[in-house]
């Protein structure tokens, strides 16, 4: 069997050293910082690594994709599963249609770190389990813009997909 035709002529790959970008600070709130790795907004894709202080608690949100975790170090839980906390090395793989609550624990002696390949979007309610925000792929990608030109890092840098173009 022969090569396939190409149909992507890259001409370099396409990678980040997350130890040289910036860090956003206070993305998604007091004590969370996010580093965009990849942003796709045509088919709603984003990977980032987050940093979260101790005592870090995110409103509960419903998935409308799947999502994978990879916990780099520190330690952090769902409420609904607190139980099974994730701790440096784990994976997770959370489904589409899944809602829980992310949290750090107050104790924790080192910042959380880990890297979410997000498909879809959160839908975040507030305590009254009333509809919140919205996050997704755009919203990542205004608030990094945001906060790279307002950190004094100038534009946001990551991977991002081609979008949709006319053949001829």
Same mark, same amino acid.
């Given at each position: 069997m022969a090569l396939p035709s190409v149909t992507h002529d890259q001409r370099r790959l396409l990678c980040l050293n997350w130890n040289e970008l910036p860090v956003l600070k /206070? #993305?998604?709130?007091?004590?969370? +910082?996010?580093? $965009?790795?990849?942003? %796709?907004? *045509?088919? /709603?894709?984003? #990977?980032?690594? @987050?940093?979260?202080?101790?005592?870090? =608690?995110? $409103? !509960?949100?419903?998935?409308?994709? @799947?999502v994978h975790a990879f916990t780099l170090r520190g330690k952090w839980y769902y409420t609904q599963f607190a139980d099974q906390p994730q701790?440096?090395?784990?994976?997770?793989? *959370? $489904?589409?249609?899944?809602?829980?609550?992310?949290r750090t624990p107050e104790d924790n002696t080192e910042p959380? *770190? @880990?890297?979410?390949?997000? =498909?879809? #979007? !959160?839908? !975040?309610? +507030?305590?009254? %389990? *009333?509809?919140h925000s919205l996050l997704d792929v755009g919203w990542i990608m205004m608030v990094s813009g945001e906060l790279a030109k307002a950190q004094g890092?100038?534009? #946001?840098?990551?991977i991002l997909a081609r979008g949709a173009e006319f053949t001829a």
């Open positions: /206070g #993305a998604l709130g007091p004590g969370v +910082d996010i580093q $965009p790795l990849y942003m %796709d907004p *045509e088919n /709603g894709h984003f #990977a980032m690594r @987050a940093v979260f202080g101790p005592g870090v =608690t995110l $409103p !509960n949100h419903f998935h409308t994709g @799947a701790t440096a090395g784990m994976y997770l793989y *959370e $489904p589409g249609g899944s809602i829980h609550q992310f959380t *770190e @880990a890297v979410f390949v997000v =498909t879809g #979007a !959160n839908v !975040n309610y +507030d305590e009254k %389990d *009333e509809y890092h100038g534009k #946001a840098k990551y």
